[in-house]
């Protein structure tokens, strides 16, 4: 009797320690260089420069001549989406690009919301600050920061921010809105050096908030964004008030994910698992596995040799529009594959999609924004930022049609402080674009709780 309770107390003082052992653990990182060359003698120039986005008639004459000699490659019949983008329907796409999409009133939309450029670590960093017109009396606006992931761009959020900068419910928090772009994405300048990880952009978006002068804040991301915000909170968990994300594969698959995975659908109650759980996880070697194969050729490219595909696709509007666009169709529905069209027009406009198109042409980004998975992935999968928990507040939002599941105790493992976990009623991987309003009222919900705990 007393050896068993001496082992059960060891164990427990075990657990305790691994507990808090745990929590104590910050990322940690230090500041880089990504410009060319060597860095300049002196300090950093922390000037912040107001920003437009232009057009020219040469650069439209430029893309309206690569899309005139493009030369098309028929579909195989009746085959839908399944080969990647239906080339008869990319053809009435390219037509719409070629002769009906104004990229000049894009710009416009575009430019409704301030864009700056600052300097930091060596390369540019582009990002836009909505400030809200009107705040209640006593109150402050919330500083948020969001990030986006591949291959969107800052402007899946265009629907999202005028939804929390402008929200029409009094009770409704306001916020004051960051939106950058990942260093090699849009407008933000290309890393020239080896090694910008997910941790070196999470790094450099801390010190472009503490130049705007925000000493907390909170962050949401999803797709990369949720990487980047999350080693955001693990580099300075004090900083980030709360996080929340509608993304978050397993990084480092434990005991009770496998247990889960093995015993999940004959005993879901057992794991917590939902009749929606059921339905996205079993049959586990199609759901997990086969569907996973269908959907990630394009990483394993990415994450070994990016330059080859992607010099291509620079050099191709039409190249770089398909294989951008087909990820809007399967990534937002697997059952679009099935369809002549994708379902692109379902849940998005072609003028949106075209636009986010559009950004990654005019700025050239598309290799080096393909570089960011061969340098995440390129260090292996035992960084340090995937074994370490997170303890700041955190709120997910699980929507239906994302590309991977997961489960409430999947994102327990590695969110220890999960204040919401929302079951979302549609939308798939790039939600912020397709259900803003879902997302601004999954925000609204997770943020309000926290200040009220923080209140308490």
């Not at 691994?18 to 929590?23: A, E, G, P």
């Not at 928090?173 to 260093?183: R, T």
């Not at 394009?298 to 770089?320: C, E, F, W």
């Not at 924004?369 to 390129?378: D, L, P, T």
């Amino acid at each position: 009797m007393f050896t068993e309770l001496l082992v059960c107390l060891l164990i427990g003082g075990l657990i305790c320690f691994l507990v808090q052992r745990s929590r104590k653990q910050v990322l940690k990182t230090e500041d880089g260089w990504w410009g060319p060359g060597a860095p300049p003698d002196g300090g950093e120039d922390v000037t912040i420069h107001p920003f437009k986005v232009s057009t020219s008639d040469k650069e439209l004459e430029d893309l309206y001549t690569r899309i005139d000699q493009t030369r098309p490659v028929p579909s195989l019949e009746d085959s839908q989406f399944n080969y990647g983008f239906n080339s008869q329907y990319l053809q009435k796409v390219v037509s719409y690009w070629r002769h009906e999409f104004d990229w000049r009133g894009q710009v416009d939309k575009l430019n409704q919301y301030s864009h700056f450029k600052t300097n930091i670590e060596g390369v540019n960093i582009h990002y836009l600050h909505v400030k809200p017109k009107k705040v209640p009396v006593g109150s402050a606006a919330i500083p948020l920061i969001m990030v986006h992931g591949w291959p969107g761009s800052f402007y899946e959020f265009y629907g999202l921010i005028p939804l929390l900068t402008e929200p029409t419910d009094p009770h409704d928090l306001v916020f004051e809105v960051v939106c950058p772009s990942i260093p090699g994405y849009g407008f933000s300048e290309a890393p020239h050096k080896k090694g910008f990880d997910s941790v070196c952009a999470a790094h450099i978006f801390h010190k472009l908030m503490q130049r705007l002068g925000f000493q907390q804040f909170y962050a949401h991301g999803g797709d990369w964004g949720w990487l980047v915000t999350t080693n955001m909170a693990q580099l300075q968990p004090k900083t980030v008030r709360g996080l929340h994300v509608n993304f978050a594969p397993p990084s480092k698959p434990g005991l009770s994910m496998a247990l889960s995975v093995m015993l999940g659908n004959r005993f879901p109650k057992l794991f917590g698992f939902t009749d929606m759980d059921v339905q996205r996880l079993y049959p586990c070697m199609d759901k997990l596995v086969v569907e996973s194969i269908k959907e990630s050729g394009y990483m394993h490219i990415q994450a070994t040799k990016p330059d080859t595909v992607g010099r291509g696709l620079n050099d191709s509007p039409v190249g770089l529009a398909a294989y951008i666009l087909e990820k809007f169709s399967t990534w937002t529905s697997r059952d679009f594959r099935n369809l002549e069209d994708g379902g692109l027009t379902r849940k998005f406009s072609l003028d949106d999609l075209l636009t986010n198109v559009m950004i990654y042409w005019t700025s050239g980004c598309i290799v080096s924004s393909m570089r960011f998975y061969k340098e995440n992935f390129g260090k292996g999968l035992n960084a340090p930022h995937s074994k370490m928990t997170v303890f700041v507040p955190t709120g997910f939002a699980c929507f239906p049609n994302e590309l991977m599941h997961t489960p409430k105790l999947w994102v327990k493992q590695k969110y220890r402080n999960l204040v919401t976990f929302t079951p979302m009623a549609r939308g798939g991987h790039f939600a912020a674009m397709e259900e803003p309003q879902l997302m601004a009222e999954d925000i609204q919900k997770f943020i309000k709780l926290v200040e009220k705990k923080k209140q308490q």
